[in-house]
T-cell receptor, first 114, second 116 residues
């Protein structure tokens, strides 16, 4: 079945450092890929998404490129801020198999220090 | 943008009682909504798919008699945790897929349930 694997956290970075959170997936078809962010005590927010190979999703300085050849969707940001501290979830959805239900990775906790 | 509202955001209930959580799409119709559960410091696990006008589809290992799902209209799905126990304490979150919107998915704010 489909699955998502994320690098384990917690990740601790200094402000303005470069961020990479790795995400790889397995899927039987052609999934859409997502990054969600969960700030402390809050629900999920969609950060960015990509629906086909080579698509790049971007939002708030974060980027991720859908790499079919490596089945990856790594999240990057050039300069993190303290306000980026949160848990980040990589997820996939295969409409034809799951009807838009999401399969999540375990989440990566990010802490950015001043 | 589209909004999905969950209520209540936090609830405390006594063991043995039942609690209902609502998931409402405010400006779109959703024939399908999803319910997830998140344990502390863990990922979200799909519990069930809520289908308007028909029975919910539960994931393996989820007790359908304990977690009652009702999708009575195109904008409302409810999750009722029956005979709650402390181990049911968790974060419950719903998502909704607007009809005809492709792969757009919107999440509610989530509901923190504490059973004492």
């Amino acid at each position: 079945g489909d699955s998502v694997t994320q690098m384990e956290g917690p990740v601790t970075l200094s402000e303005e450092a470069f961020l990479t959170i790795n995400c790889t997936y397995t899927a039987t078809g052609y999934p859409s890929l997502f990054w969600y962010v969960q700030y402390p005590g809050e629900g999920l927010q969609l950060l960015l998404k990509a629906t086909k190979a080579d698509d790049k999703g971007s939002n708030k300085g974060f980027e991720a490129t859908y790499r079919k050849e490596t089945t990856s969707f790594h999240l990057e940001k050039g300069s993190v801020q303290v306000s980026d501290s949160a848990v980040y979830f990589c997820a996939l959805s295969e409409a034809q198999n799951s009807g838009y239900a999401l399969n999540f990775g375990k989440g990566t906790s990010l802490l950015v220090t001043p | 943008g589209a909004v999905v509202s969950q209520h209540p955001s936090r609830v405390i209930c006594k063991s043995g009682t039942s609690v209902k959580i609502e998931c409402r799409s405010l400006d779109f119709q959703a024939t399908t909504m999803f319910w997830y559960r998140q344990f502390p410091k863990q990922s979200l696990m799909l519990m069930a798919t809520s289908n308007e006008g028909s029975k919910a589809t539960y994931e393996q290992g989820v007790e359908k008699d304990k977690f009652l799902i009702n999708h009575a209209s195109l904008t409302l799905s409810t999750l009722t945790v029956t005979s709650a126990h402390p181990e049911d304490s968790s974060f419950y979150i719903c998502s909704a897929h607007p009809s005809g919107s492709g792969n757009t998915i919107y999440f509610g704010e989530g509901s923190w349930l504490t059973v004492v």
